[in-house]
DNA sequence: CGGTATCCGGCCGGATACTG
DNA sequence: CAGTATCCGGCCGGATACCG
């Protein structure tokens, strides 16, 4: 459980598949539309959403090379999860901001200069 | 974007609101409910959910000090998302483990002894 | 283009000890 | 009971260099 949890945990993960909604990408366009991840970790999380049959990984043998990334049934099955806690986020992400706005003026700092 | 979703991205998070689901439990209820958690990783985690207003803290001054910890609104219309993680989670487990199995079985290990 | 390989600083989180 | 404080090892992930 908690390893499959680990899974969706994983905030590039999420982003990633989020990506993949309704297209195939290959690597470079994955690299440019989940903004801040490094090369190092999007090889990573595609490996990882790879082995765990979420998307499948496609090599064109062509020059330049090409590679395709693109959801598995199972993986079209866990976006609608995926697209649901998107969706909290984004309706929520004022609120939240608030309330940490709020919490840090009336919880006072324990250290003081 | 990125810092809501790392709320959610935390394991911690997402069981201590499951747990949370129809009932308020105290401090050492929520230890033992969530297994494998430290003392210190589930304070962390519960400041965290109170500062962004998923959950309320309401301590009890009696002896032995009692602390009781529920969902706000906010919180309940998180966990809907969550459920529906955790039962994508339990649905496809064996699934993603077998996915697994066969991956690791057919790629080779690029470290060789 | 789409990766590996390697180095390494930071912080995550466990263990332990102490307190109101 | 429900925390805080402190230490510290491990691994996460960025930066960089190189390859098919």
Redesign the interface.
């Known amino acids: 459980?908690?390893q499959?949890?680990?899974?969706?945990?994983?905030?590039w993960s999420?982003?990633v598949i989020g990506q993949l909604r309704d297209r195939t990408l290959r690597f470079s366009e994955l690299h440019r539309a989940v903004k801040?991840i490094s090369q190092r970790m999007l090889t990573l999380t595609l490996r990882q959403l790879?082995?765990?049959?979420l998307l499948t990984r496609t090599v064109h043998p062509s020059v330049p090379p090409r590679v395709d990334y693109a959801l598995t049934p199972?993986g079209a099955?866990?976006l609608?999860?995926v697209v649901?806690?998107g969706e909290?986020?984004?309706a929520?992400?004022q609120?939240?901001n608030d309330?940490?706005r709020r919490?840090?003026a009336t919880h006072v700092p324990r250290t003081r200069p």
Chains 1, 2 share one sequence.
Request: hydrophobic share 45%.
């Open positions: 459980m908690l499959i949890l680990s899974l969706i945990g994983d905030k999420i982003l801040g790879e082995r765990d049959g199972l099955t866990l609608d999860s649901a806690l909290w986020a984004t929520h992400r609120e939240i309330n940490r919490y840090d």
